[in-house]
């Protein structure tokens, strides 16, 4: 997958992207990350990228001439991926990004985002974008941070990233809920002992065990996702029989 950032600082990247799964997957051309600077696109000798909001106000607006030309200068490069390629504006007027956004984006072959600064784009700059998406409702200081989020979870999707192939489909809102509990060595630590059933060998039971902990702990943690989680009639009723146990250590403290 090739991605495309936009950005009037791409040196903010190379820190999460210069270490673990990410560079990992860039060194094996499982992603392919390049970055465009739209201050490079303006024509003024002090090279604005921004300025004043008309009708007056605090702030400063990012123009539309500089980021129009970079994206189209983006998008005329890599024009052989048009029929597989996302355009996105990091905003959080935008739908909150989750789990089946990462699994949709990844089917993608190219993703663009742009990522704005200071006060927020001149609306106009809108168009470009096929769609907007947001973190959260809150306001970071420009786009980058939530293009780093979004690029880590979509590129969990991508076979051959992760180093096991079963790694992603049990992440925590992978099918709607929360992972289920994980442990390793010691069996006992201060008091707080592995459960019997992940010792036995028994790897139908342990299924089993794993998918009612996971339930368990979104009821705990996330009831919420279980207004849409795909539920068989005897999770549905497990639920009402145990919502209130879990081996979850989480839950004691």
Avoid at 43 to 72: C, I, N, Q, W
Avoid at 113 to 142: N, Q
Wanted: aromatic share 8%.
């Amino acid at each position: 997958m090739r991605i495309d950032m936009v950005t009037l600082f791409p040196n903010m990247f190379s820190g999460p992207f210069g270490d673990s799964i990410i560079k990992r997957a860039v060194d094996r051309g499982l992603l392919d990350i390049h970055y465009t600077n739209f201050r490079d696109y303006t024509e003024d000798k002090h090279h604005h990228v921004d300025d004043t909001p008309f009708g007056g106000g605090s702030g400063m607006v990012l123009m539309p001439e500089p980021l129009y030309k970079a994206v189209r200068d983006v998008l005329s490069k890599t024009e052989a991926l048009a029929a597989k390629r996302r355009v996105i504006i990091m905003d959080p007027s935008g739908p909150v990004f989750n789990q089946a956004k990462a699994r949709e984006l990844a089917a993608y072959e190219q993703l663009v985002f742009i990522c704005g600064h200071y006060e927020g784009f001149d609306a106009r700059i809108y168009p470009l974008a096929d769609e907007a998406i947001s973190l959260g409702d809150f306001v970071l200081t420009g786009g980058e941070l939530p293009a780093m989020v979004i690029t880590d979870a979509v590129a969990r999707m991508i076979p051959g990233v992760l180093g096991s192939v079963d790694s992603a489909p049990t992440d925590s809102f992978y099918d709607g809920l929360l992972e289920h509990p994980q442990y390793t060595r010691p069996r006992d630590f201060e008091g707080m002992e592995v459960p019997e059933v992940l010792l036995s060998g028994n790897h139908a039971k342990i299924r089993e065990w794993r998918r009612r902990q996971s339930l368990l702990v979104t009821k705990k943690y996330r009831p919420d996702l279980l207004e849409h989680a795909e539920l068989t009639e005897e999770e549905i009723d497990y639920l009402k029989q145990h919502g209130r146990k879990t081996e979850d250590h989480r839950a004691d403290s």
